[in-house]
Every structure is written in structure tokens, then in C-alpha cells.
């Protein structure tokens, strides 16, 4: 997580993985050793360095796992960073909005710069302990780690409105730039024109169609955003929170 947080102390290297005890334990190691494919060749680590188990668990304490979750208190994404540490290591937009990939890279590279001191809490309540550098960008990393993280669960109208809290505005104008993004503000609004008799899809992509509805509602309703076709708080408050 961002500047904010302070603390941490690193401790001794953990025992094997989950991953590595279960290739050990079902003879796996011995079959894709056969097979000509040696484990060590699979973006091996340096001994004790932070895996992908060790930054699974991370986000999974920080967000649920949530890669697009943005609850409106300046920490956003899996990882929970806030703006200003996400720019200073290089990256444009806000993280929620970055791919799951791009997130997971940036992550690694604030835990090379600063351990896991960024995140004092999780890491201790994780266990986290490995000290070693961790491996940076797609192409490398701890595969067989990787395959075994359980894919992010679809978005749900439940999930939305847990993410949403109080179902308030979040502070982002849903507008054209979120086509293509799953978000749960998007999400709820969906639900909310649904309910109020319009067909559209609800799937938390802020696309043409969510974008047409708007306009169209902000006109019926005489209501103003700035802008035909976006959700501010003023279209938001008499749709989802009336």
C-alpha cells in the first residue's frame, strides 16, 4: 500500500510453497522432469524470494483479491495503492484501472525497492517473510505459482454493492473513458435503470448503451452531470440513492 503505511520487520525464509509441495507430493516433478521440462527452467526464484503464493495472499488480504475494486478512500486496486506511489513507480491512470498483470508488476517493483514494508499489516498477518527479490514483468516469475491462483470471480450486483458500501457516490464520473472496465459503481447504476425499466445490459461496463440511457434519463429528468451521457453525482443521486 502506499506512503502511509510504515512498518515490518523481515524474518527468515518460509517453508516450500503450496505448489511445491504438491508438485512434490503427486510425482509431478518426476513427470515433467521426463518430459523434458525441468522445473528449475520455470522462472526459478532466487532461494527466498517473494513468489507469487506470497503475493496472492497479499491481495487477498488488502482487497478480497479485487483488482478493479476502488471504494473511494484513496487506496485502490488488488494491491491498495494510493496515486501518488502508483505514479511514482512509472505507471499512468489509477490502479484499479490497470490489468491485473500491470498491478501484479507494480506490486514487485515496490516490494524490490521497499520489502514488504509498504503493507505492515497484511504482510504480518499473511506471514509474509520472504525477503528475496521478486520477479518483475510477464514474462518471468513463478509460473506454476501463478497457474495455481484462483481466478478473480465475475462481477456480481451483490459484490457491487458490498464494494459500494453505503451505495453513496464513489467520486468517479462514469463516463466514456470506462467502456471497457468492469466496474462495481457502473455495476449498481445498471441494476438501478434496470429496475426503473430500461433495457440494458448489466455488466459494469459504462459502454455506448449505459451512455445513451444517461443521456437520455439526465434529459427526462432535467438532470446535469456537465455533460450528456455521463453519471456524476447529480444523476447518480436520482437514480441509485432516490
Known amino acids: 500500500m502506499p506512503s502511509a503505511r510504515r512498518g515490518g520487520k523481515h524474518r527468515a525464509a518460509q517453508a516450500p510453497s503450496a505448489a511445491t509441495r504438491i508438485l512434490r507430493t503427486t510425482g509431478a516433478v518426476t513427470a515433467l522432469v521426463g518430459s523434458g521440462l525441468a522445473v528449475t527452467a520455470v522462472g526459478a526464484?532466487?532461494?527466498?524470494a517473494a513468489t507469487a503464493d506470497d503475493f496472492a495472499k497479499l491481495r487477498q488480504c488488502e482487497s478480497g483479491g479485487?483488482?478493479?475494486?476502488?471504494?473511494?478512500n484513496g487506496f485502490t486496486g488488488a494491491y491498495q495503492f494510493d496515486d501518488q506511489t502508483w505514479h511514482g513507480l512509472g505507471y499512468s491512470g489509477r490502479p484499479y484501472q490497470a490489468s491485473p498483470a500491470t498491478q501484479d508488476e507494480a506490486a514487485a517493483k515496490l516490494y524490490n525497492s521497499r520489502g514488504w514494508q509498504p503493507w505492515p499489516s497484511c504482510s504480518r498477518k499473511m506471514g509474509l517473510v520472504n525477503n528475496g527479490p521478486a520477479s518483475v514483468g510477464s514474462g518471468s516469475g513463478d509460473v506454476i505459482e501463478q497457474?495455481?491462483?484462483?481466478?478473480?470471480?465475475?462481477m456480481t450486483l451483490d459484490r457491487a454493492r458490498q464494494e459500494m458500501g453505503d451505495g453513496s457516490f464513489s467520486g468517479t464520473v462514469l463516463n466514456a473513458s470506462y467502456g471497457g472496465d468492469v466496474r462495481p459503481d457502473a455495476f449498481v447504476w445498471q441494476?438501478?435503470?434496470r429496475n426503473k425499466g430500461f433495457v440494458l445490459?448489466?455488466?459494469?461496463?459504462?459502454?455506448?448503451?449505459?451512455q445513451g440511457i444517461a443521456a437520455l434519463y439526465g434529459y427526462l429528468t432535467r438532470t446535469s452531470d456537465g455533460q450528456a451521457g455521463v453519471v456524476g453525482e447529480n444523476l447518480w443521486n436520482v437514480t441509485v440513492r432516490s
Do not use: C, H, R
Open 45 to 48: 526464484s532466487p532461494a527466498g
Open 66 to 72: 479485487n483488482y478493479a475494486i476502488n471504494t473511494g
Open 147 to 154: 497457474a495455481l491462483t484462483p481466478a478473480e470471480q465475475p
Open 191 to 193: 441494476a438501478a435503470m
Open 201 to 210: 445490459t448489466v455488466d459494469g461496463k459504462f459502454g455506448p448503451q449505459s
